[in-house]
């Protein structure tokens, strides 16, 4: 869980860009807002759902939940259920849209990766590194976020740019939680150890739990959970647990500077958002099965209140 810090009070719609802080501005009912503001030199679509008793007086937490490949920020929203999650914890949580046009959706320009199928970036492509590492801060000028808790997660093309973040933005970002997509780029230039929880199922069939895939997916899950660990700076053996009988937990602890990284494998989950709402069977012929074995909204929630920016 997210600390709840809320007063009463409803919700705000978008103040004007002048506002010194977003604690300031006045609230009025709850409601998910769609945000079109010119971000690193590109207008930018963000889908923002301020929590029930959000009032604007107290900073709370702020989660940026990123869509996968080729999915909208409404598919996002849908797929993760994360609203309500962010109503009973008391935070904001945001749902940044991509810009890179594949199909109906969009995706990430993540540095040094080709696109799905081995396509290269587009030329004049959006730099989303540095969309995403100011976004936080033009939302803590309209909204009463909290700096020192700012989160990242993100199913697929997502969580690889949650992970990009980690490396890129780790004094933004307190922590990161990618779905079925965590890598460790390289180069990783990070200047703090990031804690990192992962999930990903081991039946997917997009990006396999085992590595071997699309051009952007060559090493296993667990290597990359190994990779995070050194890149943390973690100095013992990783214990491994079950909080399911069909989930291992593999944790690195005794890391720099009170960094943590844990991986959740899920066994017969395929490529979906773990505990999240149930696919139509068209869906998950194509993505593999889901299962109800463990949460990822109130598992990683629990992990990012205990892992504030120092």
């Known amino acids: 869980m997210l600390g709840a810090c809320g007063v009463a ?6 103040a004007t860009s002048g506002a010194p802080t977003g604690c300031a501005i006045r609230v009025t009912a709850p409601s998910t807002i769609t945000l079109t503001p010119t971000i690193a030199g590109r207008r930018r679509t963000i889908l923002l759902h301020l929590p029930e008793g959000y009032a ?10 990123l869509p996968g490949s080729g999915e909208t920020a409404r598919q996002q929203e849908l797929l993760t259920d994360m609203n309500a999650t962010a109503d009973a914890d008391h935070f904001i ?12 959706g969009y995706d990430w320009n993540i540095p040094g990766v080709p696109l799905i199928g081995g396509k290269p970036v587009p030329a004049g492509a959006a730099n989303d590194v ?13 909204y009463c976020t909290d700096p020192a808790r700012v ?12 992970s990009q973040l980690a490396c890129d933005a780790s004094t933004i970002y307190a922590a990161v939680a990618p779905v079925d997509g965590l890598r460790r780029p390289t180069p990783c230039p990070n200047t703090r150890p990031v804690p990192v929880i992962a999930f990903h199922g081991t039946a997917d069939p997009v990006d396999a739990f085992n590595g071997h895939g699309q051009p952007y997916w060559t090493y296993s899950v667990p290597q990359a959970e190994t990779y995070w660990a050194n890149q943390d700076r973690c ?8 909080p399911d009988p069909t989930v291992t937990l ?23 958002w773990p505990g999240g709402p149930k696919l139509p069977a068209v869906l998950t012929a194509f993505l593999g099965p889901q299962t109800t074995a463990i949460s990822a909204n109130t598992t990683m929630g629990a992990f990012f209140n205990t892992h504030p920016l120092p």
């Open 9 to 14: 009070g409803g919700l705000a719609s978008a």
């Open 250 to 272: 593999t944790t690195y602890t005794d890391c720099h500077a009170g960094a943590i990284v844990e991986l959740y494998a899920i066994a017969g989950e395929g490529h979906e």
């Open 130 to 142: 540095a969309f995403l590492t100011d976004l936080p801060g033009y939302l803590e000028a309209h």
């Open 151 to 162: 989160y990242a997660t993100g199913i697929s093309g997502g969580g690889r740019m949650a």
């Open 93 to 104: 949580v945001a749902y940044p849209q991509a810009l890179i046009a594949d199909g109906a």
């Open 235 to 242: 100095t013992t053996k990783p214990t491994v647990s079950h």
């Open 56 to 65: 604007a007086a107290t900073k709370v937490p702020l989660v940026l939940n």
